[in-house]
């Protein structure tokens, strides 16, 4: 069975400073890993994913995860915090081809 | 990436009415389609999995006569709400793969629909 932890609810960072977002997954098979991006009533929106290639990834707005199997994390990462990226964030995990399981999700708030 | 729409974006509806969604991917074929519940501040819920030409497999706890699923096409599914009631008021979204190509299986989401009953 998989599933995922996301840690903290709620990240506040100022514009700039780094954003972390944290996940951890616990997973019986080589998982699949996503971050997903959602903006307030909008669907949700790949910002990138883990397929078992390069265990850094690289996806989109500038931000990337790197995943560490002995930590079983997949932790997001963006060096530097733009306004534009305050939205809520949920980190998934998939066997593959079945069900996807998602985090409770991190709400990301931006400070000026 | 692929894409998905759903229809409509917003409804409200009055207590004991029916109200449909349509989620359809525009530029792929999805033999499989996945609707979600999202309740305020929370993560989504799987409430089951429409396969295209059979029936739908829902999750535990949900009502499956009161959620109906049809998938009639490859790049159509619906979920009607039937004699909807307040506490079905809720943001729903749909989900599709797309196997072609380099994809690797993630997901596409619609837009969300959100639903209020009265």
């Known amino acids: 069975a998989q599933s995922v932890t996301q840690l903290g609810s709620h990240v506040s960072v100022s514009e700039g400073a780094l954003v972390l977002l944290r996940c951890n997954y616990s997973?019986?098979?080589?998982?699949?890993l996503f971050w997903y991006v959602q903006y307030p009533n909008q669907g949700l929106q790949l910002l990138l994913k883990?397929?078992?290639?390069?265990?850094l990834v690289k996806g989109i707005n500038g931000f990337e995860a790197e995943f560490k199997k002995s930590e079983t994390s997949f932790h997001l990462t963006k060096p530097s915090a733009h306004m534009s990226d305050a939205a809520e964030y949920f980190c998934?995990?998939?066997?593959?081809?079945?069900?996807?399981?998602f985090g409770s999700g991190t709400k990301l708030n931006v400070k000026p | 990436g692929a894409v998905v729409s759903q229809h409509p974006s917003w409804v409200i509806c009055k207590s004991g009415t029916s109200v449909k969604i349509e989620c359809r991917s525009l530029?792929?074929?999805?033999?499989?389609m996945f609707w979600y519940r999202q309740f305020p501040k929370q993560s989504l819920m799987l409430m089951a999995t429409?396969?295209?030409?059979?029936?739908?497999?829902?999750e535990q706890g949900v009502e499956k006569d009161k959620f109906l699923i049809n998938h009639a096409s490859l790049t159509l599914s619906t979920l009607t709400v039937t004699s909807a009631h307040p506490e079905d008021s809720s943001f729903y979204i749909c989900?599709?793969?797309?196997?072609?190509?380099?994809?690797?299986?993630?997901?596409?989401f619609g837009e969300g629909s959100r639903l209020t009953v009265l």
């Open positions: 998934a995990v998939s066997d593959g081809f079945n069900k996807f399981y």
């Open positions: 429409s396969n295209e030409g059979s029936k739908a497999t829902y």
């Open positions: 997973s019986s098979v080589p998982p699949y």
């Open positions: 883990y397929t078992s290639a390069a265990t």
């Open positions: 530029d792929f074929q999805a033999t499989t």
């Open positions: 989900s599709a793969r797309d196997l072609r190509g380099s994809n690797t299986g993630e997901l596409f």
